[in-house]
């Protein structure tokens, strides 16, 4: 019997009848293979290829008012979870915003794009869950890659969370105490790493957690109030949803010589600048897996791709990327902190406790505002200074730090103004080279 049913499927895979397998809901959104759909006329054709602007500005704007550059981020990002040889935490994203201004709306309506399978979501999670919650057993990879983990307005307990932090690093292994018997110990290794996108209106991230979460400030003016009255949602197009869900996982490689170029014009005056450069360098190649059918290493019936950045990923990177680290809305501060901040902006000297406790509008316990106090400090927001005061005791002041003063917006040059800076490099050096050689040749000859 197993012998028959065996010949019966050779023989339909020899006559072409049997159909590739794919992930799980793919049948419906992305199919592996290029061509995949019949006319009419029964010919096959392939997939219809989008540019950048075309997914960024016409489809992503069905669902979304506004929001240009936000959207544009959180796409990309999203697009990082095929990029094999990517660091773990430089897709992941906090969006950080007032309440109601749309931020789970933003980011629920721009993953649409995406294959359903590869979004998980959660509206609520414990530390717990964290440690030992595999969702992926059906899906292909069973692991997080490949996977976007989507948590909405989650508490500050959770943003600051060892598990949390655990989740950002590829391939970690931990050891707990088993939950049916406490002499025991459990060791659970975390397979993958998702690309992981959360929310939050209030919850203040510590310093440990904006090193491993961007963070995106949303369109809060009035402008943006009224595109939003008149808006009307569509759905995404059909030929859009192929296109994105046909991508495949790549191993990007950015080329030693354009990594050197970009290296020359990164900023490399903070040392929070060194994560940046590792970030911005798998920003391109996400902006190259999103062009890999455009590569020339490019092989139509493979699964995984082994694809090079080009320069034109650079530029769609880098406008990315000077959005997302626009200044100081890279540190995202409620209500209260942003108050403390602006009366310590406008004094020449640092400021005791009690003189910031007697200019806020809002009164608050003092309790309350040393803690808020240590917040901005351990930001790097302020600095902490033990100074004495007009009874000439030491007492703790605060004031801006030179760190937050100098949070300008990254600003980097378009791909042909490197390139041409690079050859008038490369020329004078061969000049200078010349003239040496000129020199030693005169000297041989005296």
Same mark, same amino acid.
């Given at each position: 019997?197993?012998?028959?049913?065996?010949?019966?499927?050779?023989?339909?895979?020899?006559?072409?009848?049997?159909?590739?397998?794919?992930?799980?809901?793919?049948?419906?959104?992305?199919?592996?293979?290029?061509?995949?759909?019949?006319?009419?006329?029964?010919?096959?054709?392939?997939?219809?290829?989008?540019?950048?602007?075309?997914?960024?500005?016409?489809?992503?704007?069905?669902? @979304?008012?506004?929001?240009?550059?936000?959207?544009?981020?959180? &796409?990309?990002?999203?697009?990082?979870?095929?990029?094999?040889?990517?660091?773990? %935490?430089?897709?992941?994203?906090?969006?950080?915003?007032?309440?109601?201004?749309?931020?789970?709306?933003?980011?629920?309506?721009?993953?649409?794009?995406?294959?359903?399978?590869?979004?998980?979501?959660?509206?609520?999670?414990?530390?717990? @869950?964290?440690?030992?919650?595999?969702? &992926?057993?059906?899906?292909?990879?069973?692991?997080?890659?490949?996977?976007?983990?989507?948590?909405?307005? @989650?508490?500050?307990?959770?943003?600051?969370?060892?598990?949390?932090?655990?989740?950002?690093?590829?391939?970690?292994?931990?050891?707990? +105490?088993?939950?049916?018997?406490?002499?025991?110990?459990?060791?659970?290794?975390?397979?993958?790493?998702?690309?992981?996108?959360?929310?939050?209106?209030?919850?203040?991230?510590?310093?440990?957690?904006?090193?491993?979460?961007?963070?995106?400030?949303?369109?809060?003016?009035?402008?943006?109030?009224?595109?939003?009255?008149? &808006?009307?949602?569509?759905?995404?197009?059909?030929?859009?949803?192929?296109?994105?869900?046909?991508?495949?996982?790549?191993?990007?490689?950015?080329?030693?010589?354009?990594?050197?170029?970009?290296?020359?014009?990164?900023?490399?005056?903070?040392?929070?600048?060194?994560?940046?450069?590792g970030r911005f360098l798998d920003y391109i190649k996400a902006v190259a897996v999103f062009h890999q059918k455009e590569k020339r290493e490019y092989l139509e019936n493979f699964v995984y791709q082994n694809i090079t950045a080009e320069w034109k990923d650079y530029d769609i990177a880098k406008?990315? &990327?000077?959005?997302?680290?626009?200044?100081?809305?890279?540190?995202?501060?409620?209500?209260?902190?942003?108050?403390?901040?602006?009366?310590?902006?406008?004094?020449?000297?640092?400021?005791?406790?009690?003189?910031?406790? %007697?200019?806020?509008?809002?009164?608050?316990?003092?309790?309350?505002?040393? +803690?808020?106090?240590? %917040?901005?400090?351990?930001?790097?927001?302020?600095?902490?200074?033990?100074?004495?005061?007009?009874?000439?005791?030491?007492?703790?002041?605060?004031?801006?730090?030179?760190?937050?003063?100098?949070?300008?917006?990254?600003?980097?040059?378009?791909?042909?103004?490197?390139?041409?800076?690079?050859?008038?490099?490369?020329?004078?050096?061969?000049?200078?080279?010349?003239?040496?050689?000129?020199?030693?040749?005169?000297?041989?000859?005296?």
């Amino acid at each position: 019997m197993v012998k028959a049913n065996l010949k019966k499927t050779l023989k339909k895979w020899r006559a072409g009848e049997l159909k590739p397998r794919a992930y799980p809901g793919e049948e419906d959104i992305s199919p592996i293979k290029k061509k995949v759909m019949k006319s009419e006329e029964g010919r096959f054709e392939p997939i219809k290829t989008f540019k950048w602007d075309e997914i960024v500005l016409d489809e992503l704007c069905k669902r @979304v008012a506004g929001e240009r550059k936000t959207r544009e981020i959180i &796409f990309l990002c999203g697009l990082g979870m095929l990029v094999k040889n990517a660091e773990p %935490s430089s897709f992941n994203l906090l969006i950080h915003s007032e309440s109601s201004a749309g931020k789970d709306y933003l980011v629920k309506n721009v993953l649409k794009i995406f294959n359903p399978y590869k979004v998980i979501s959660r509206t609520r999670i414990s530390k717990m @869950v964290l440690n030992y919650w595999k969702p &992926f057993r059906d899906l292909v990879p069973a692991t997080w890659d490949e996977k976007i983990l989507y948590l909405p307005d @989650v508490s500050e307990d959770i943003l600051n969370c060892e598990a949390l932090k655990l989740m950002c690093s590829d391939g970690s292994h931990i050891t707990i +105490t088993n939950l049916k018997c406490l002499e025991k110990v459990e060791d659970i290794e975390i397979l993958g790493k998702p690309v992981i996108i959360i929310t939050t209106a209030n919850s203040t991230p510590n310093q440990e957690t904006l090193n491993r979460f961007p963070v995106v400030k949303l369109d809060e003016s009035e402008e943006q109030t009224k595109r939003t009255f008149n &808006f009307r949602p569509e759905e995404y197009g059909k030929n859009a949803l192929e296109f994105v869900g046909s991508l495949r996982a790549c191993n990007v490689q950015i080329t030693r010589d354009m990594q050197n170029k970009i290296s020359q014009i990164f900023p490399p005056k903070l040392i929070r600048e060194r994560r940046n450069f590792g970030r911005f360098l798998d920003y391109i190649k996400a902006v190259a897996v999103f062009h890999q059918k455009e590569k020339r290493e490019y092989l139509e019936n493979f699964v995984y791709q082994n694809i090079t950045a080009e320069w034109k990923d650079y530029d769609i990177a880098k406008d990315v &990327f000077m959005n997302l680290y626009s200044g100081v809305s890279e540190v995202p501060l409620n209500i209260r902190q942003k108050e403390i901040v602006e009366i310590l902006k406008k004094s020449n000297e640092p400021m005791e406790v009690k003189d910031i406790h %007697s200019k806020l509008k809002h009164h608050i316990e003092i309790q309350n505002l040393r +803690t808020n106090l240590h %917040s901005l400090s351990n930001l790097g927001i302020l600095d902490k200074l033990n100074l004495d005061n007009i009874f000439n005791r030491f007492v703790d002041k605060y004031t801006i730090s030179e760190e937050f003063k100098e949070k300008l917006p990254i600003k980097l040059p378009n791909s042909e103004d490197i390139i041409e800076e690079n050859d008038k490099n490369d020329k004078n050096d061969k000049n200078d080279k010349n003239d040496k050689n000129e020199d030693i040749s005169v000297l041989k000859v005296v």
